[in-house]
T-cell receptor, first 115, second 113 residues
Framework: EAGVAQSPRYKIIEKRQSVAFWCNPISGHATLYWYQQILGQGPKLLIQFQNNGVVDDSQLPKDRFSAERLKGVDSTLKIQPAKLEDSAVYLC?????????????FGQGTRLTVV | GNSVTQMEGPVTLSEEAFLTINCTYT??????LFWYVQYPGEGLQLLLK?????DKGSNKGFEATYRKETTSFHLEKGSVQVSDSAVYFCALYSGAGSYQLTFGKGTKLSVIP
């Protein structure tokens, strides 16, 4: 079974530039998550989709971050404009359902460095 | 809101030593509890889970018991190996509707021969 795919693996940009990350979840998984993991910290949920609808985006900095999940499959996360503090690993995860008894599978992440 | 607190690292142990990584949580309702592991250069992967009080999750020699009375889910292994060197994250899954997966800060374990 193919896992969660993310691209790119690494990205270096200057502050105030824009950047986009792509995620392809495991086939059939209705729930998709984007997490931000700052060095030395645990992952923090940015946004959660159920199919193509947003379930929770309470921690997404909406003035600069946006995310979409067209057709309930692939998802993109965008940052515009980037700040130095956005340097982090961005993790995508998916699960079959969004209930407490289902495992979330994680991609390898995109490491973003803002200089 | 929900939160997870786990012991600060890094933790350095000799091979075959006993491991305990403490984890306590705050949550509304009845959360499910997880330990995730992140090996060097790899993504997060589920190590074990427990979905109700007194459940014991186990995998690869690791164990953790869901203790509702102490709101804890400590990770243990009787004899660690060099290959267990990784970052370990305690997490909980709770919240009606969104079932948000909330992580602790992680504990880095290094096992030396």
């Amino acid at each position: 079974e193919a896992g969660v795919a993310q691209s790119p693996r690494y990205k270096i940009i200057e502050k105030r530039q824009s950047v986009a990350f792509w995620c392809n979840p495991i086939s059939g998984h209705a729930t998709l998550y984007w997490y931000q993991q700052i060095l030395g910290q645990g992952p923090k949920l940015l946004i959660q989709f159920q199919n193509n609808g947003v379930v929770d985006d309470s921690q997404l900095p909406k003035d600069r971050f946006s995310a979409e999940r067209l057709k309930g499959v692939d998802s993109t996360l965008k940052i515009q404009p980037a700040k130095l503090e956005d340097s982090a690993v961005y993790l995508c995860a998916s699960s079959f359902t969004g209930t407490s008894n289902t495992e979330a599978f994680f991609g390898q992440g995109t490491r973003l460095t803002v200089v | 809101g929900n939160s997870v607190t786990q012991m600060e690292g890094p933790v350095t142990l000799s091979e075959e030593a006993f491991l305990t990584i403490n984890c306590t949580y705050t949550a509304t309702g009845y959360p499910s509890l997880f330990w995730y592991v992140q090996y060097p250069g790899e993504g997060l992967q589920l190590l074990l889970k427990a979905t109700k009080a007194d459940d014991k999750g186990s995998n690869k020699g690791f164990e953790a018991t869901y203790r509702k009375e102490t709101t804890s889910f400590h990770l243990e292994k009787g004899s660690v190996q060099v290959s267990d060197s990784a970052v370990y994250f305690c997490a909980l899954y709770s919240g009606a509707g969104s079932y948000q997966l909330t992580f602790g800060k992680g504990t880095k374990l290094s096992v030396i021969p």
